[in-house]
């Protein structure tokens, strides 16, 4: 091809962004008129509406997802509209997400892929103030990890939902890829690895066919590991990109996770019902009364319905020695008319029962 036929596509691609440009301050001051009609038709105060939709949002992402042709893929789709949905938002009310912190850690990572870079997010300490950000309204939203798909479940995150008022409004699942990272450029100079302890546990034959002398430090996160590895000689940690970057470290080994897709899922926690997209997951915590064949009558209601159970998870009752509390999901909303049968038969036989939210199931 000549200069002339490149400056040429160069000229078109310049008015496409142009055209670009102006179709998405179109829908930003659209979204500022939605803002505006949700205003005067409430008389609640704004951090009481809900200017954020999980339901509408998957159902625009899945719908655009239906009427891509390409060459973009699914997921990029996915990606472009979530970010440009993200800033529209932060046009009508600005959110606020807390995340089990430090900065840089993966459930930061999945912050930013579920709400888009327009939010602010909110480093807390732990699962616990996580969900006090929340339920005192110093954050819009919360996200915290439920499960992994090599560990299995984060058995804190689940006891805080027996107590707390809080619902699940959402769901988002990132590959995790752990990395070797340090300030030496030496890897036999390596003496001393931190991680978090999940991920030395993901990492483990990794580690022991590779790194077999070197003493392994649990810290509280994987940023933290990072941290300590910039500072300390002889340091390296196991960690995520973002934060090799924002400690400026060198990755020695990339991808060192024992199972190549190693998934972790996580929840958004907020204020909120959310109502039906089309393709959603519900959430219940249940407690059996303690009588023969108790947990088979739990089950059987979701069966008779057609009812799909994707996941079933049980923790000690508290204060009560040897009784037991499930966490189940099943596919579905609340409102659909099979799962309000189930739910209610299921209702009657509990000890306790308590839906935790139904929302709309991991997209990207």
């Not at 940690?237 to 970057?245: D, K």
């Amino acid at each position: 091809m000549s200069d002339d036929g490149i400056e040429k596509l160069r000229r078109r691609i310049d008015a496409i962004d142009e055209q670009l440009l102006d179709l998405f301050n179109q829908r930003a001051r659209c979204a500022v008129d939605v803002a505006t009609v949700k205003r005067e038709l409430s008389d609640k105060p704004d951090e009481a509406i809900d200017f954020f939709r999980p339901d509408r949002e998957a159902q625009v992402i899945k719908r655009l997802k239906s009427l891509n042709q390409g060459p973009l893929s699914d997921q990029e789709v996915g990606r472009l509209i979530r970010e440009v949905m993200s800033a529209c938002l932060a046009l009508e009310q600005p959110l606020k997400i807390a995340y089990l912190g430090p900065e840089g850690t993966f459930t930061q990572s999945a912050a930013l892929k579920h709400f888009g870079h327009s939010v602010s997010t909110v480093p807390m300490s732990s699962i616990p103030d996580v969900f006090a950000s929340v339920e005192s309204g110093h954050a819009s939203y919360g996200l915290v990890p439920v499960e992994n798909s090599t560990e299995g479940v984060i058995s804190h995150t689940l006891d805080m939902f027996i107590d707390s008022s809080l619902r699940v409004c959402g769901e988002v699942e990132i590959p995790i890829h752990h990395h070797l990272a340090s300030k030496l450029q030496d890897v036999a100079r390596i003496k001393y690895l931190y991680s978090h302890q999940q991920s030395f546990a993901q990492c483990r034959r990794w580690l022991d066919q590779n790194l077999p002398g070197i003493e392994r430090i649990p810290v509280s996160s994987n940023a933290e590991a990072a941290r300590l590895a910039a500072i300390e000689e002889d340091a390296a940690a196991i960690c995520g990109l973002p934060a090799v970057e924002i400690f400026a470290l060198k990755v020695c080994y990339e991808n060192i996770e024992d199972m190549p897709d190693n998934t972790t899922r996580f929840v958004i926690i907020g204020k909120q019902d959310v109502g039906p997209s089309g393709n959603d997951k519900t959430s219940l915590l249940i407690s059996t009364k303690n009588v023969p064949g108790a947990l088979l009558g739990l089950l059987q209601p979701l069966a008779d319905h057609g009812i799909s159970m994707n996941k079933i998870e049980s923790r000690p009752a508290q204060g009560h020695k040897w009784a037991y509390v499930f966490f189940i999901d099943i596919d579905g909303h609340q409102e659909d008319a099979n799962v309000i049968d189930a739910l209610n038969e299921l209702k009657r036989q509990a000890a306790l029962f308590k839906i935790l939210g139904s929302y709309p199931k991991a997209l990207l």
